[in-house]
Every structure is written in C-alpha cells, then in structure tokens.
C-alpha cells in the first residue's frame, strides 16, 4: 500500500465514506470535493455532472479500493494537522443541516454552490449572490433561493468562502 492509499484510507475513514447506496456515494463525491476545496488535495479533478462537482477518478478509486481500506488499521499514521482541521470542517457541516434537507441533498446544494462561486468566470456569473443563486436554481431547481442563501451562508461561516474585500 502507498502513501496515497494511506492517506485515502484514512480520510475515507474519518468521513466514513460508503458506497453501499446511490446516496452514500453522492455524498461521497461532495465530502471529497468540499475537502479538496480547503486544501487538501487528494489529487481528484471535478467537472459539472448532473447531481454537482463529479470526479470520474474519485469514482473509480472507491469502488475498486474502499473495502480493503475501510478494513486497515491506520492508527500508525497521522495527516497533517491542517487535513484533520479540515476533515473536521467539512464533517462539521452535517450540524447546520436543517429539517428541509436530507443529508445527501445538504451535501449536494454545498458542493454545487461552491463548485459554481469557485468557477463563476465560466459559468459567466455576475458578482452578487443572486446571480450565484440563479445559475444553481437553473440547474437544480428543486432548490429555492432562501435555501441558497443558507447554504451560501453556511459555507462562508466555515471558512469555504473569503469575503472579498
């Protein structure tokens, strides 16, 4: 086993990643993303898929490694400080989930929100949440923009988004 499956291994653990349903493995997809997007990079490349930020490559690493790597013991190897902080982080997010969304969609509208601000100059989005929020709606319009704007909000509290000054 090499680094990278360690270090795979032991995220994969602390953010109890599952394939076992559609929804663990979306959840999976957006975990990974929402990760990678505070810095720590585990070398997964995302694009626009229908459900939101989809990595082909993160796919294809799960299904062919996760039951061996669910099963090690990793309690011999550390991440760094600054991974566990941000595993920490994003596993945090579930907290400030509401009633109005399951936890597979939670993750969906964070990761979507955050793949669409992180790429505005593409998706030709003015500046302004609303903009933000509508390209979102367009492509997931089982969201609504008070929805977006608690999501939004969630993630800037928890440091995924700077304030631009």
Request: glycine share 6%; aromatic share 14%.
């Amino acid at each position: 086993m090499n680094n990278i499956d360690i270090a795979n291994g032991i995220v994969f653990q602390k953010m109890e990643i599952s394939k076992e349903s559609f929804e663990d493995r979306l959840i999976c997809q957006k975990k990974i993303y929402l990760l990678q997007s505070l810095g720590t990079d585990l070398g997964y490349t995302y694009n626009w898929y229908v459900r939101g930020p989809y990595s082909p490559s993160l796919t294809n690493y799960v299904y062919n490694n996760l039951e061996i790597l669910s099963s090690n013991d990793f309690s011999g190897y550390s991440l760094s400080s600054s991974a566990e902080n941000n595993i920490d982080i994003v596993n945090s997010l579930l907290e400030d989930k509401r009633a109005d969304f399951g936890i597979a969609s939670w993750y969906e509208l964070l990761a979507s929100l955050l793949y669409i601000f992180n790429n505005k100059r593409s998706w030709k989005i003015d500046e302004g949440d609303n903009a933000l929020f509508g390209a979102l709606i367009k492509q997931k319009p089982q969201y609504n923009k008070e929805q977006c704007a608690y999501a939004f909000g969630t993630l800037r509290k928890k440091g995924f988004i700077q304030l631009e000054v």
